[in-house]
């Protein structure tokens, strides 16, 4: 029996230049990659006529990253110069905060989200929770995504080690990765993309699948 063909819709958070020439700097992968990845991703989605979201993070004009009216909360011109269909604000990681997404998604029976963006541990993650939990499949390109380093009193994690692990646990439960690559040439005869599970994650881990 034939996969149904997905209905996707193409999710791309936050790429604004506060990541890449602001206060907030991607590190890993390094922007210099990340950046053409999406830059493809929105292309071929234009060109099989799948939907385009740009996602944009806006706080209050006193805050120190994303200030709205700053330079650095705008969108890049990558992402703001290609065709999209729609532009969604928020305040909160997840794309789902950001008034009528949702609604939106519903109206054209998306039912595969493919997310791309920054940063892959705080915004990618709480959208591709969120879209699991709604009944959503869901596609991440994590080199088209990326992540900067954390330290605070709970210890310190480096931007690679965030992105790679969030990167496994997406695949474990929440979504299937893919490359940028495998993905442009899955639309070209688009069939779902699985994901792995926690048990058979696990099992790889002690080596026993």
């Known amino acids: 029996m034939s996969q149904p063909v997905p209905r996707r819709a193409l999710i791309v958070i936050d790429v604004q230049n506060e990541y890449i020439d602001g206060n907030f700097l991607i590190e890993y ?8 990845k999406i830059a493809q991703a929105i ?17 209050p004009a006193d805050a ?49 989200l493919t997310v791309v963006g920054y940063m892959t541990q705080n915004c990618n993650d709480a959208t591709m929770r969120d879209a699991m939990h ?37 695949e474990s439960t929440y979504a299937a990765t893919i ?3 495998e993905w442009v040439e899955n639309l070209k005869h688009p069939t779902p993309v699985a994901s792995d599970n926690i048990y058979y994650s696990n099992l790889r881990a002690h080596g026993e699948m």
């Open 29 to 36: 992968p390094p922007v210099s990659s990340s950046l053409p």
């Open 134 to 170: 709604k009944g959503y499949r869901v596609e991440f390109l994590p080199d088209a995504a990326g992540s900067l380093s954390y330290r605070n009193k709970a210890g310190h994690a480096s931007a690679e080690e965030m992105h790679r692990i969030i990167t496994v646990i997406m």
């Open 64 to 112: 120190p990253i994303f200030a709205a009216g700053s330079a650095g909360a705008q969108l890049h011109p990558v992402v703001a110069e290609r065709r999209h269909d729609r532009v969604v604000t928020k305040v909160l990681p997840s794309a789902f905060s950001g008034a009528g997404f949702e609604d939106w998604l519903n109206e054209r029976e998306i039912d595969t």
């Open 43 to 59: 292309d071929a989605a234009n060109a099989h006529q799948i939907p385009v979201v740009l996602i944009q993070h806006v706080l």
């Open 179 to 181: 490359s940028t690559d």
